[in-house]
């Protein structure tokens, strides 16, 4: 099923993009990303970029469906349980999580006139993703002061690879070819346990 929705996504790029109605465009930006439903995280500083088409139906609506990668994770510290210090002289924990994703996004777009050379875009859909690589960091300091750092696969002991969400965003665009805007991705696949990504981003375009 999983496989499936992925290569339906990837025939569609295909099929629209023999329409001349259609325009390219090339986007890079930051985010900061968490997960849902894990405790009191932190969130961790990452990037996002990619290459999109848009394909509008008349001067307002329209589809935008893309191929980005992009980074996810979390940060978190805090202090191991008495247990585990006393069998293994640790005192507090210090992890950095970082997963990095093939992400398709296929949104649906509204934009509008706000003066003659800037153009407001709304848009919201979702997104299946893909996690191709990562690495979990911990700095764990230990009872005598002295500190020990780990690293381990973001993808080990049983993390799902497959993500899928909702997604949104609100660009302001200049002059049909460059933009500034805002996304966000919520994700709706339990990644491990009860964890789902959650991803706010900052992105700047380029329309060929």
């Known amino acids: 099923m999983k496989k499936k929705l992925i290569t339906t996504l990837l025939l569609l790029l295909v099929c629209l993009s023999g329409y001349s109605q259609i325009s390219w465009n090339a986007k890079a930006g930051v985010n900061i990303s968490n997960t849902i439903n894990s405790g009191d995280v932190d969130f961790k500083p990452g990037y996002q970029f990619g290459v999109g088409m848009d394909y509008y139906f008349n001067d ?51 934009r509008f006139n706000v003066s003659g050379k800037y153009k407001l875009i709304f848009s919201g859909g979702g997104y299946v993703g893909y996690g191709i690589a990562g690495k979990t960091k911990n700095t ?17 002991e049983g993390v799902e690879k497959f993500d899928t969400g909702l997604a949104a965003g609100a660009t302001l665009e200049y002059k049909e070819k460059c933009s500034i805007g805002l ?26």
């Open 140 to 156: 764990a300091t230990l009872l005598d002061g002295s500190t020990r750092k780990e690293k381990m696969d973001s993808f080990s």
């Open 60 to 110: 307002h609506w329209g589809i935008q469906p893309s191929l980005m990668l992009i980074s996810k994770g979390y940060k978190i510290k805090g202090d191991y349980p008495p247990f585990i210090n006393k069998s293994e002289q640790l005192k507090s924990y210090d992890i950095t999580d970082n997963k990095v994703y093939v992400e398709l996004p296929l949104l649906l777009t509204y």
């Open 183 to 208: 996304s966000c991705d919520f994700g709706l696949q339990s990644t491990q346990s009860t964890f789902k990504n959650r991803t706010y981003g900052l992105i700047f375009g380029y329309r060929f």
